[in-house]
């Protein structure tokens, strides 16, 4: 395995640990918030999003890309529309899906 492969793995089960940590609704009947902040994460984000998307759809999901070289912002986009999510890149927000 590769160091991107260690890399992706741990983010993975540090993605499932915010999941677990935050799984209930809280007291006031709002869906809790999972930001995730990302950095050319092209190869695994659509995956991931889509996995996050349909094992946890009682979070509301926020992806922040914090300068990536790659194809990550474009993949975001797309991927927003299709499954309702809102994110972050280059300091603007992002809600093609009327999330918020």
Same mark, same amino acid.
């Given at each position: 395995?590769? *160091? =991107? ?9 540090? $993605?499932? #640990?915010?999941?677990?940590k935050?799984?209930? !609704?809280n ?9 995730? *902040? =990302? ?7 659509e995956?991931? $999003?889509? #996995?996050?998307?349909?094992?946890h759809?009682? !979070? ?33 927000r ?7």
């Open positions: 395995m590769t *160091i =991107l492969g260690y890399i992706g793995a741990a983010f993975g089960c540090w $993605v499932l #640990w915010i999941l677990w935050y799984r209930n !609704v007291a006031v009947g709002e869906m809790p918030l999972v930001k995730i *902040i =990302l950095q050319n994460q092209a190869e695994q984000l995956g991931l $999003v889509r #996995w996050l998307c349909r094992r759809p009682d !979070v509301r999901l926020v992806l922040v890309d914090v300068g990536s070289t790659d194809d990550t912002p474009a993949i975001l986009r797309r991927l927003s529309v299709r499954y309702g999510f809102c994110f972050e890149t280059e300091g603007k992002y809600n093609p899906a009327g999330v918020e």
